[in-house]
């Protein structure tokens, strides 16, 4: 069954950190870009953060660099979102989302709740 469920959000201080994981299943994980977006309500979806599917090119939106570091373990299908000095703007729901690098199919999680509080 194919799936990607995302875990570690929460409510934080200004300033606090959170790790997001995203763990796969039900496809090959190791042929997949995968990516953080995130979402505030009225807004469209952006993307946050970016890993090749082998992890070896990474990329992030201007308003998380610096901040935020996303990272993959291929033996454990999991992409993880290291998001430090977190500030009220980055209060938002974060989707974890794979592209097959060939196959161009793409997948969602169903999102985890980030609050940053001042």
């Known amino acids: 069954q194919l799936q990607l469920v995302e875990s570690g959000g929460g409510l934080v201080h200004v300033g606090g950190s959170l790790r997001l994981s995203c763990t796969a299943s039900g496809f090959i994980f190791r042929l997949y870009a995968m990516s953080w977006y995130r979402q505030v309500p009225g807004k469209e979806r952006e993307l946050a953060a970016r890993?090749?599917?082998?992890?070896?090119?990474?990329n992030y939106a201007d308003s998380v660099k610096g901040r935020f570091t996303i990272s993959r373990d291929n033996a454990k299908n999991t992409v993880y979102l290291q998001m430090n000095s977190l500030k009220p703007e980055d209060t938002a729901v974060y989707y974890c989302?794979?592209?097959?690098?060939?196959?161009?199919?793409?997948?969602w999680g169903q999102g985890t709740q980030v609050t940053v509080s001042s």
């Open positions: 890993v090749s599917s082998a992890g070896g090119s990474t």
């Open positions: 989302y794979a592209r097959g690098d060939m196959s161009r199919r793409e997948y």
